[in-house]
């Protein structure tokens, strides 16, 4: 049964010259600038926290514990409440994350113990980044933005919303450098642990831009749909069981291609500031604008990303720029100075992390709309998993003194990615699912 398109949505004659954020919904446009909040205390973590705990005299394996932990509790989290979220709605479980992350980063900030610093690191997941994304809830954001967007627009408003959050992961990350000069006028402590205060304010901005969206319709509405004669309620059945076939088929292999990237993920990015520290020797004065300009230059490339989806599909965009980020990453360990390090891991950020966008939003058209949570969790999920065990095993590759191993393990596992994401996915494209 045909149903109408929602109110907010404008037929094609009316669409023609307006711009993207104008044809989504009131709800996606708050869930972006929820992001964008977000993302500043992010972006400052990503730079420092791993600094705060190397300030505290912690270990490189004890670190990297702490940063796959959270790893582990936020892929369990999703996995529980991803495909709830199609059934029940995702604004409430995004509130109540923006209230838990409001509650651990108050308790950063008042205490450096490890009893209360280590729980709320694990429940918020302080340092690992997620461009602004709700850590374990980012499957619900997808899903929740993915109903309040035109499919034909979803590769140029997911990129321009991992955009966004990349440029306030970047403020972020500048704001990383305060503990440098905060430090001459308070203990070292208390300069790092200031910037708890930024996801604090972040998550409660976050939290009143989501309070006034509205939910996306989930499968319980189906419920109110009219009455079906029982010869066409047959045919529909049938017809979702074949269309549920194929989509798990497709969610199969998603969970391999993640599993090979979240694994080359983990080895690298959780620890890059650390990395950077202990193979340079250099401070968050010098590491917070060098991890700025990463995610300044992944900003870039997510538009760039966008448009050669748009040319040339989103396959072949994410597969050809991946492809170039891959030989950047190996050239970043074999740096003889720091700033030369930097440039190549800012620019292999352009070409990796610039394609997130485009990679979501061809994971939310796997399926139909009552499986969207489903989708993104798995994607979530098959990253976050394998993922989470990088960060322990380069952790203790790094307090042996080998800090190019991870990023040639790192590297190894991103190539075989890349063929098997190009050899999955090279007929999809986003703009051709139902809705």
Not at 104 to 109: E, L
Not at 181 to 199: E, G, H, I, N, Q
Not at 250 to 255: E, M, N, V, Y
């Amino acid at each position: 049964m045909h149903t109408a398109a929602p109110p907010w949505r404008p037929d094609d004659a009316s669409v023609r010259g307006r711009s993207a954020w104008l044809q989504i919904s009131p709800a996606a446009r708050r869930i972006i600038l929820a992001r964008v909040a977000r993302s500043i205390g992010q972006g400052a973590l990503v730079a420092a926290f791993t600094l705060y705990l190397h300030n505290l005299h912690w270990s490189a394996p004890q670190i990297g514990a702490v940063l796959s932990g959270g790893l582990f509790i936020g892929a369990a989290l999703t996995l529980w409440i991803g495909p709830l979220s199609d059934r029940i709605g995702r604004r409430q479980f995004l509130l109540g994350y923006e209230l838990v992350l409001v509650a651990c980063a108050a308790a950063a900030f008042i205490s450096a113990t490890p009893w209360l610093l280590v729980p709320a690191a694990l429940l918020s997941g302080f340092g690992r980044g997620a461009n602004g994304a709700a850590g374990p809830f980012g499957p619900l954001e997808q899903s929740w933005l993915a109903h309040g967007t035109p499919p034909a627009l979803r590769a140029q408003i997911f990129s321009l919303n991992s955009t966004l959050g990349m440029l306030g992961m970047a403020l972020g990350a500048v704001l990383g450098a305060a503990p440098h000069w905060l430090s001459a006028v308070m203990p070292v402590d208390w300069a790092y642990r200031s910037l708890f205060l930024l996801p604090l304010l972040g998550s409660a901005a976050g939290f009143f831009l989501l309070l006034q969206a509205q939910d996306a319709p989930t499968a319980a509405t189906a419920s109110l749909q009219p009455q079906i004669a029982p010869s066409s309620r047959s045919a529909m059945v049938e017809s979702d069981h074949s269309r549920h076939v194929r989509e798990n088929a497709l969610l199969w292999r998603l969970g391999l291609v993640n599993a090979l990237n979240g694994l080359g993920i983990g080895m690298v990015a959780p620890l890059m500031a650390y990395w950077y520290a202990v193979r340079y020797g250099h401070g968050p004065a010098s590491i917070g604008p060098a991890m700025a300009a990463s995610f300044v230059f992944a900003a870039f490339g997510a538009q760039i990303a966008s448009r050669l989806a748009q040319r040339f599909g989103a396959v072949r965009a994410v597969v050809g720029m991946r492809a170039v980020g891959l030989i950047l990453l190996l050239l970043t360990p074999l740096s003889p100075v720091f700033w030369i390090a930097v440039g190549l891991y800012a620019l292999r950020a352009t070409a990796n992390q610039g394609t997130m966008g485009v990679r979501q939003a061809l994971t939310v058209s796997l399926t139909g709309a009552d499986r969207r949570g489903l989708a993104a969790t798995v994607n979530n999920v098959s990253i976050q998993i394998p993922r989470a065990i990088g960060p322990l095993l380069a952790g203790m590759l790094l307090h042996l003194g080998w800090l190019i191993a991870p990023f040639v393990v790192a590297a190894t596992f991103q190539a075989a990615y890349l063929v098997l994401y190009q050899r999955f996915f090279r007929d999809i494209e986003p703009g051709h699912s139902a809705v």
